[in-house]
């Protein structure tokens, strides 16, 4: 029989609502059902592309024993970490705090108030060595809940008391912002892997923002140890089981230090970042394979995840016909299936399959370590198992459309449209901005713009935006009216940002991650988030300084820039001695060093000309280069990197200027490359 979750927005939520656990939503109803009965809450969180969150519900909640114990003893409350990161974030803090470790499934016992006092992880439906198995994780809370109740509480009013002392804005950084860098640049090369690419050893996940920050720094610096680190981590994962082979697209982590066999979901979020690197990395050094997979990532982003309503969906399952990586691998016998005997044994040797396996099940999961001399006899093969691995049981989607998470979508695609000359992308970046924008956004009593997290089926959800929602998505506005010179993007990038200076500053400076007045009540008890580190996508601190300054280059803004830098200074105080946390900030801060450079093109958007110049300002590897583009004399009020200028001996020209200096224009793309280089 069907729980409460039954009529909820979200896929993870929607694939427990058969669960005989009485599952509920996050709210105060839960918890005031809880002072009611006098019971304490398990808040249950995870997400719908998660592996062992999948494993945990088999195990644990689809048993009808463990869900009779919990509806009796328990208010139980499913939480989808991409709907409420607000609710995941503190309750993290509490899990990392009392375990030393965190992830998920996340497994909190609160107060009825909402206070955590017993956190863990997953837990085994039996014992497995020390750790105890989920009945006996509920039998002791249960116990001490009725016979040491002041001891649970104790503990609780502790646990709060230490979250709400835990730093959040950071100490100044000591130095200027280019020792940071250095030292930073130091901290990290420590823990490169010049053998295999990437940092640190297993499970390795795409260092996404760590290696912008490594282009940009080469660009600006011209270092080229920063620029082999990056290109070799790109190299080994593209070449590894981590990137599908075959369509495109990258999977969540890789659980060995060679990128071999993936974790084998796929987010937009990784996506839509690892397009934009691979972007860079080819607008950086030429290089094919860069570009050939910045390509096919885009191509599987449109055709994988687009949804009817135009938006990004959020994941794909890990997991199909009831096994992780199913879809995806393959063993010698069904390439000969597909291919015949010559041509499966030779894809063989392509892709690493071998008669023992690389994966599980002497499955092997495909890689290309080299290059063939044959591209053409590849591109058949390849297209010949795409069309094959079609047609077995696809992994479930997670079609919720996520605010920020599109913003990141939309400044990829449309930077990709330009550089890949794949005008399809930009089609595809300019539907994903309209339909957030017509669906996501509203207007608050007092005038703000206020966004809601996420949206399904053209429905927006209850969970308001929080500040990477803001940041990002001002970033992807931000960027497509760069490539469009449209400036209704930008005039709704500085509405939201206006959002962000008004309702999410922090008295210390910088920004907390909720609005004061959009806090969920048990969050703001436990500790309004700040956190200033990167985690799979960029910090919220960090995307919103982003944003703000590039809307501070487009319209001459001190306030967004002084802004811009304050919220740096939580992530840049990591750096140092945790750059792996800080790839976003420190990106941010090279475009602080380098300017950022200011472009605007004049000239009639239909005038090869003009589209010359755009299009070699947007080529320019400058960090953080903000470009504008329009006709003279028509956007200077909605554009004030526009105003007052003019065509130059009547043909359309391009004005580069950095730290309030500027250079005469230039009329030809190859000058304006020479002042950009």
């Known amino acids: 029989m069907p729980n409460r979750l039954v009529n909820a927005t979200s896929p993870y939520l929607l694939q427990h609502a058969d669960n005989p656990v009485d599952w509920q939503e996050w709210g105060d109803a839960a918890f005031a059902e809880a002072v009611a009965r006098d019971v304490p809450v398990l808040v249950s969180v995870g997400y719908a592309a998660c592996h062992w969150c999948h494993v945990m519900a088999h195990e644990s909640f689809e048993d009808p024993g463990v869900a009779t114990f919990l509806n009796e003893h328990f208010v139980c409350v499913k939480v989808d970490r991409e709907e409420r990161p607000d609710v995941d974030a503190v309750y993290m803090a509490a899990t990392q705090a009392m375990t030393g470790s965190g992830g998920w499934p996340m497994t909190v016992f609160t107060t009825p108030s909402g206070e955590p006092f017993f956190c863990g992880t997953y837990f085994p439906p ?168 910045a390509s096919e990532t885009a191509t599987w982003m449109v055709e994988e995840l687009a949804t009817p309503e135009g938006g990004f969906a959020s994941s794909l399952d890990a997991d199909s016909e009831g096994r992780e990586g199913a879809f995806y ?128 089926d053209g429905a927006p959800g209850d969970a308001p935006g929080v500040l990477e929602d803001y940041g990002n998505l001002a970033e992807g506005l931000l960027a497509l009216a760069g490539v469009t010179g449209d400036p209704r993007w930008s005039e709704v990038a500085g509405r939201l940002l206006d959002t962000v200076l008004r309702h999410f500053a922090a008295p210390a400076g910088g920004f907390h991650d909720t609005a004061q007045d959009e806090t969920d009540a048990v969050v703001a008890r436990i500790g309004r988030p700040q956190d200033p580190a990167d985690g799979p996508t960029p910090s919220g601190q960090s995307s919103a300084a982003g944003a703000l300054l590039t809307y501070a280059a487009l319209t001459g803004s001190l306030r967004h820039r002084k802004a811009a830098l304050s919220a740096l200074r939580g992530p840049v105080s990591l750096a140092a001695r945790y750059p792996r946390a800080a790839g976003s900030a420190l990106a941010v801060v090279e475009a602080v060093l380098d300017g950022p450079r200011e472009v605007a093109v004049v000239g009639p958007r239909d005038d090869p000309r003009t589209v010359a110049l755009h299009h070699r300002a947007l080529a320019s590897t400058a960090p953080g280069l903000v470009v504008a583009v329009g006709e003279p004399g028509r956007l200077g009020d909605a554009v004030p990197l526009l105003r007052d200028r003019p065509l130059v001996g009547g043909a359309p020209a391009a004005y580069v200027c950095r730290g309030f200096v500027c250079d005469r224009p230039t009329t030809h793309p190859e000058g304006l490359a020479r002042l950009l280089a």
């Open 329 to 456: 691998a393959w063993t010698p016998e069904q390439l000969r299936d597909v291919l015949g005997a010559e041509d499966g044994a030779w894809a063989a040797g392509v892709f690493g399959v071998t008669a023992e396996g690389t994966f599980e099940h002497g499955t092997s999961v495909l890689q290309r370590r080299s290059d063939p001399a044959d591209e053409a006899r590849l591109a058949s093969m390849r297209e010949q198992l795409r069309l094959a691995r079609a047609r077995r049981p696809r992994p479930a989607r997670d079609d919720k459309v996520v605010t920020g998470w599109n913003g990141l979508a939309v400044a990829a695609l449309a930077e990709s449209a330009v550089l890949l000359d794949r005008p399809e992308l930009l089609d595809a970046a300019v539907r994903a901005a309209d339909l957030v924008l017509a669906t996501h956004l509203r207007r608050s009593a007092d005038g703000s713009t206020r966004v809601v997290r996420a949206s399904r």
């Open 126 to 293: 039996r014992r497995v060595q020390q750790m105890a198995s989920f009945s006996e994780v509920l039998a002791a809370v249960t116990a001490a809940w009725s016979e040491r109740r002041e001891e649970v509480l104790s503990t609780a009013g502790a646990v709060v008391e230490a979250l709400a002392e835990r730093p959040t804005a950071g100490r100044a950084s000591e130095g200027s912002d280019v020792e940071v860098v250095e030292a930073a640049l130091a901290g990290i090369a420590t823990t490169f892997d010049a053998a295999r690419g990437g940092f640190g050893g297993a499970p390795k996940f795409p260092p996404s923002m760590v290696l912008e920050w490594l282009l940009r720094h080469h660009a600006r610096t011209g270092d080229p140890g920063a620029l082999e680190m990056a290109a070799r981590t790109l190299d080994a994962m593209a070449r590894g089981g981590m990137y599908d082979q075959l369509a495109g697209g990258f999977a969540r982590y890789a659980v060995d230090p060679t990128w071999t066999v993936p974790h084998f979901e796929k987010m937009l979020y990784d996506n839509a970042l690892l397009l934009r690197v691979y972007l860079h990395a080819w607008r950086t050094t030429g290089t094919p394979l860069m570009r050939r997979v």
